[in-house]
């Protein structure tokens, strides 16, 4: 039986609690019973939880071992396009033609180099206003009102 109909059940049973007709004593064995098979399909769930807790560990730490990998082959990689070009320049050879490749030293879109930030006129500047959620939180705590704000409090599931 799946968790949500033991839930069904138990609640069903708890309605008939107050009911005359019912003896109490075969409710309250009945209710029992429903209950200790909540908990073991509640323990047989953690479990499962546990064990998908586990593999993502698992994956964190490969996606960690992929990522330096993926890094020292990027560093390899920008090495070998420097010695390459350091190489082509030291020679003043623009360009390489082969049956697989071709190899050019070329020049690269123009970019923005910005020697002092203050001297820049306001116009260029892109501005963007940023919630400060932990001095929206503090103020609620001591009991202040914040215009578009509340304080909510939350349950979750611990498994421990």
């Not at 200790?36 to 994956?59: H, P, Q, V, Y």
């Not at 501005?127 to 202040?144: H, M, N, Q, Y």
């Amino acid at each position: 039986m799946k968790l949500y109909e033991l839930t069904g059940n138990y609640l069903n049973l708890m309605e008939l609690v107050d009911n005359e007709g019912v003896p109490q004593e075969v409710l309250q064995e009945s209710l029992q019973e429903v209950k200790e098979e909540i908990e073991t399909k509640s323990e047989n769930i953690a479990k499962l939880i546990k064990n998908i807790d586990s593999d993502i560990r698992g994956l964190k730490v490969e996606e960690k071992r992929l990522k330096e990998k993926r890094q020292s082959l990027e560093n390899k990689q920008a090495c070998l396009k420097q010695y390459l070009e350091e190489s082509l320049k030291a020679v003043d050879i623009k360009k390489v033609k082969t049956p697989l490749f071709t190899i050019a030293i070329q020049k690269n879109a123009p970019s923005v180099i910005v020697e002092s930030e203050e001297s820049i006129p306001e116009c260029y500047y892109i501005t963007r206003k940023e919630l400060s959620r932990t001095a929206i939180l503090d103020a609620l705590k001591e009991g202040k009102e914040v215009a578009g704000a509340k304080l909510e409090q939350k349950e979750s599931l611990r498994i421990r």
